[in-house]
């Protein structure tokens, strides 16, 4: 779906009710020293410049509902209104060079035959962009699904648990970050950059018992890792090369227990870091970053809020309309590849009886969400 464009640039307001109150009480209530009968005011005659300001400042879900009103009322609101684009299915297999992309919201299926893929498997993806890894030649390049670019990383010898990158490697910011808990006490981080001619490892200190539970999350300058083995949160920041391990604030005791046999991950979105947990016959559990520990986020909180999760990356939208308030993740089986999801308005999941099988979904799914660009039909045409 297409956004709009936008003509104003006010954020939009979680209580959006009083604004309207305030805005209609100083259109309609300014001559009271007419009568009622004789204003006779009615809300389709305002102005259009009005009814942007208006809608403008009207969370998703009030502007969709605003717009129902009348003819003018849904110009206005289509003017104004923001909407999110959604992440597409990607699924593969390891050394194959046949890759399925699915448009979930349109149901469109497009397969691709990549033979520059065939020997490699995929280790990350955000920004349409793919880090790739050739196990047998130690080869790791960046590859972009829909522009066929490939760009080439020295080789990469050493073993590592979870791999992630910034930004796109067309800029000027991006760096690849790889992580390994191979040694007790300690960890080993890698890190390179596009043009880079080779990587540069450093160790440092960790907890007793370590082992990446979630994947690597980049958020201002760093890179995020939840840990299982005291549920810690480690951050790396790459240019000072600086190891932080965050658990006076944000030591995870206080979560409901059991949290260690439950699949992890982390999301960032606007600035804000989020921890997610999903575990089988139990509904999925959202914490944000706080000031003093994680907060558990209620469903009302969560309105408004998609959430996309793959073994892979976690990513988080706030402005799809048709998939409001869902938790969505993957599933790759018998031969075919289908989305679940957990409704946080309607506490159940869908299909229903994929909640059996949730605990199975993420780790063993050769599957992700990438992010198409604006004008993906012409690299699918």
């Known amino acids: 779906m297409e956004s709009p464009s ?3 640039h006010h954020h939009p307001v979680r209580h959006s009710q009083p604004v309207l109150q305030t805005i209609f009480s100083c259109v309609f209530n300014k001559s009271k020293s007419q009568s009622e009968e004789a204003l006779k ?15 403008s400042r009207l969370v998703l879900k009030d502007n969709i509902i605003a717009s129902a009103s009348c003819k003018s009322w849904c110009e206005a609101a289509l003017s104004v209104r923001v909407v999110e684009k959604h992440p597409w299915l990607l699924s593969f297999s390891n050394r194959s060079s046949l890759f399925e992309l699915r448009d979930q919201v349109q149901s469109k299926l497009y397969t691709l035959n990549l033979p520059d893929l065939a020997e490699s498997t995929v280790r ?14 130690k080869d790791m390049f960046f590859f972009n699904l829909f522009t066929r670019e490939l760009i080439s990383l020295p080789k990469f010898t050493l073993p590592f648990q979870k791999i992630a990158f910034s930004s796109p490697p067309t800029s000027d910011n991006c760096v690849v970050v790889a992580l390994n808990f191979n040694v007790q006490h ?19 200190p960790a907890a007793l018992i370590c082992y990446m539970k979630s994947q690597l999350v980049y958020l201002n300058d760093r890179f995020y890792c939840f840990t299982l083995g005291g549920g810690y949160l480690y951050s790396f920041h790459p240019s000072s090369r600086t190891w932080v391990c965050h658990e006076d604030v944000y030591h995870c005791h206080q979560l409901q227990g059991g949290w260690e ?12 870091l989020f921890l997610m947990f999903t575990c089988r016959k139990e509904k999925p559990m959202v914490f944000k970053q706080g000031s003093l520990q994680w907060e558990n986020m209620s469903s009302t909180e969560l ?16 402005n799809l309309p048709w998939m409001r308030n869902n938790l969505c993740t993957l599933r790759f089986g018998n031969n075919r590849m289908r989305c679940l999801s957990y409704s946080f308005n309607k506490i159940r999941y869908s299909p229903h009886k994929g909640r059996l099988s949730w605990l199975e979904l993420v780790p063993r799914s050769k599957c992700l969400w990438i992010d198409p660009p604006d004008n993906v039909l012409d690299y699918l045409g």
């Open 6 to 8: 936008v003509v104003n």
């Open 41 to 55: 005011p009615s809300f389709i005659d305002l102005p259009s410049s009005l009814l942007e300001v208006i809608m």
């Open 303 to 318: 309105d408004g809020f998609t959430i996309f999760f793959s073994s892979y990356y976690a990513q988080m939208r706030t």
């Open 186 to 204: 300690y960890v080993t981080i890698s890190t390179c950059h596009p043009e880079a001619t080779e990587w540069i490892t450093s160790v440092f």
């Open 261 to 272: 046999r439950k699949k992890t991950f982390l999301a960032e979105n606007k600035g804000e």
């Open 124 to 137: 990350y993806s955000t920004h349409s962009w793919l880090l790739m890894h050739t196990p047998t030649s």
